[in-house]
């Protein structure tokens, strides 16, 4: 099996919290007072009508708690946005269902990777039968590309509310002097947000939510890990497993092809 490879070279981009509508707006004190946030490092706040259709409701925040350096590094912020179930409470939000399926007030969404080549990995998880739920969208700003995989479950279990999104950021440099201007959009916008906030909602009212590698593919790396315990399975192992992830990738390909 190869080593890690360029595309491999991931830094985190972004994380998103849910949040239940009782924490969400002392969220908002704590990351204020706690984390240091300013109205400047609060980088968008989107709304949605009031259930009443009188005023309005906020979906989202997103805050910026520590700053990266300039140059070629300026992409190096921390970001996580912040999400409540903003929904009427007699319509479905897929929100509330991941935050009520884990009897929690609070759940870590998804971390976004940044890798300097996105259509390298993507291919090569594609190759190894990782799904995505959309293809690689592009910014309109052009300054970003992303995609989001399938959620982290195995055969049985209910959908963990867990995924990953990969992103390619490349500064020009017009969009550096943007930063310089404190244009915070320019490098996380809100589309971001509402784009993936639509498919899930699609995904958890249509009741398929795609996993992370399909069931017939978990069955088979679990069924070559037998009753090991990580620390015994040995670098030959290792590369079966991604001989057979390759293979499958191959079907499903074939399969994609002849249909």
Same mark, same amino acid.
């Given at each position: 099996?190869?080593?890690?490879?360029?595309?491999?070279?991931?830094?985190?981009?972004?994380?998103?919290?849910?949040?239940?509508?009782?924490f969400?707006?002392?969220?908002?004190?704590?990351?204020?007072s706690?984390?240091?946030?300013t109205?400047?490092?609060?980088?968008?706040?989107?709304?949605?009508?009031?259930?009443?259709?009188?005023?309005?409701?906020?979906?989202?925040?997103?805050?910026q708690?520590?700053?990266?350096?300039?140059?070629?590094?300026?992409?190096?912020?921390?970001?996580?946005?912040?999400?409540?179930?903003?929904?009427?409470?007699?319509?479905?939000?897929?929100?509330?269902?991941?935050?009520?399926?884990?009897?929690?007030?609070?759940?870590?969404?998804?971390?976004?990777?940044?890798?300097?080549?996105?259509?390298?990995?993507?291919?090569?998880?594609?190759?190894?039968?990782?799904?995505?739920?959309?293809?690689?969208?592009?910014?309109?700003?052009?300054?970003?590309?992303?995609?989001?995989?399938?959620?982290?479950?195995?055969?049985?279990? #209910?959908?963990?509310?867990?995924? /990953? *999104?990969?992103?390619?950021?490349?500064?020009?440099?017009?969009h550096?002097? %943007? +930063? !310089?201007?404190?244009?915070?959009?320019?490098?996380?916008?809100?589309?971001?947000?509402?784009?993936?906030?639509?498919?899930?909602?699609?995904?958890?009212?249509?009741?398929?939510?795609?996993?992370?590698?399909?069931?017939?593919?978990?069955?088979?790396?679990?069924?070559? #890990?037998?009753?090991?315990?990580? /620390? *015994?399975?040995?670098?030959?192992?290792?590369?079966?497993?991604?001989?057979? %992830? +390759? !293979?499958?990738?191959?079907?499903?390909?074939?399969?994609?092809?002849?249909?």
């Open positions: 099996m190869a080593g890690k490879r360029p595309f491999q070279n991931f830094q985190v981009d972004h994380m998103t919290l849910l949040l239940q509508k009782e969400y707006p002392v969220a908002y004190y704590l990351f204020r706690i984390f240091g946030v109205k400047d490092t609060i980088l968008y706040e989107k709304r949605r009508p009031a259930d009443d259709a009188q005023g309005e409701t906020s979906m989202t925040f997103a805050v708690v520590g700053s990266g350096t300039v140059g070629a590094e300026a992409f190096n912020n921390t970001i996580m946005a912040i999400v409540q179930p903003s929904e009427p409470a007699g319509q479905r939000s897929h929100v509330r269902e991941m935050l009520d399926q884990h009897h929690a007030a609070s759940h870590w969404q998804h971390i976004a990777l940044r890798t300097p080549d996105l259509m390298a990995f993507h291919r090569h998880a594609v190759e190894r039968g990782v799904n995505f739920i959309t293809p690689i969208l592009i910014d309109e700003s052009q300054d970003l590309i992303q995609t989001f995989s399938g959620e982290w479950f195995f055969p049985g279990s #209910a959908p963990s509310a867990m995924f /990953f *999104e990969f992103v390619q950021r490349n500064p020009s440099p017009d550096l002097k %943007m +930063l !310089e201007e404190h244009n915070r959009e320019a490098w996380f916008r809100d589309k971001t947000f509402l784009g993936l906030y639509n498919e899930k909602e699609q995904e958890y009212q249509s009741g398929k939510v795609t996993p992370f590698i399909d069931e017939a593919l978990f069955k088979r790396l679990r069924a070559l #890990a037998g009753d090991k315990q990580v /620390f *015994e399975i040995t670098e030959e192992e290792a590369a079966e497993a991604d001989r057979l %992830m +390759l !293979e499958y990738g191959e079907s499903k390909k074939k399969q994609k092809t002849a249909a």
